[in-house]
T-cell receptor, first 116, second 113 residues
Framework: DTGVSQNPRHKITKRGQNVTFRCDPISEHNRLYWYRQTLGQGPEFLTYFQNEAQLEKSRLLSDRFSAERPKGSFSTLEIQRTEQGDSAMYLC??????????????FGPGTRLTVL | KQEVTQIPAALSVPEGENLVLNCSFTDSAIYNLQWFRQDPGKGLTSLLLIQSSQREQTSGRLNASLDKSSGRSTLYIAASQPGDSATYLCAVRPGAAGNKLTFGGGTRVLVKP
């Protein structure tokens, strides 16, 4: 069990550029979540996947944001035409859902995005 | 809409003192509540998870209580150490079928040697 990993850890980009982040969940976990955290605030839910299906998206996820989990393993989060307001820490979490058992979300180290 | 509040936003205590961190939530229909620790610039580490049917959970120097009817949880850290300095976040899960966590803003703790 190597934990949830995220790459890159830091990304600096210019306004208007596209960026893509990757999350590798714990290997047997079937759920994967994306959260966004701005400075001094708690994380806010963006979206989650069960296997390869994206089951819920927050209103925070504008049409410039897209997330995929094509094979039910790793996930990517892409932001198109970045804006300064997109600057935040993007956190990924994964969990294993089994019948009648509580699934605990395990978080990765995050990707810190700075939009200049 | 569920709202989670943590007061105070920051706390500074001398080493050895017990820490008491508060979390309140507006909708008592929760499935569970979780406390996390976050070090600067890092991800979240789960500390304790309390099911809605439970009153408290303990792990080492940490004890978390839950009063669902009043919408409150408290995290106690006994005999604080400088290594306990971090931001502590609480998060609630709305239901067995609900998946997203709703977080409070966190309490930033500094334990002075």
């Amino acid at each position: 069990d190597t934990g949830v990993s995220q790459n890159p850890r830091h990304k600096i980009t210019k306004r208007g550029q596209n960026v893509t982040f990757r999350c590798d969940p714990i290997s047997e976990h079937n759920r994967l979540y994306w959260y966004r955290q701005t400075l001094g605030q708690g994380p806010e839910f963006l979206t989650y996947f069960q296997n390869e299906a994206q089951l819920e998206k927050s209103r925070l996820l504008s049409d410039r944001f897209s997330a995929e989990r094509p094979k039910g393993s790793f996930s990517t989060l892409e932001i198109q035409r970045t804006e300064q307001g997109d600057s935040a820490m993007y956190l990924c979490a994964s969990s294993l859902v089994q019948a009648r058992l509580t699934d605990t979300q395990y978080f990765g180290p995050g990707t810190r995005l700075t939009v200049l | 809409k569920q709202e989670v509040t943590q007061i105070p936003a920051a706390l500074s205590v001398p080493e050895g003192e017990n820490l008491v961190l508060n979390c309140s939530f507006t909708d008592s229909a929760i499935y569970n509540l979780q406390w996390f620790r976050q070090d600067p610039g890092k991800g979240l580490t789960s500390l304790l998870l309390i099911q809605s049917s439970q009153r408290e959970q303990t792990s080492g120097r940490l004890n978390a209580s839950l009063d669902k009817s009043s919408g409150r949880s408290t995290l106690y850290i006994a005999a604080s150490q400088p290594g306990d300095s971090a931001t502590y976040l609480c998060a609630v899960r709305p239901g067995a079928a609900g998946n997203k966590l709703t977080f409070g803003g966190g309490t930033r703790v500094l334990v002075k040697p």
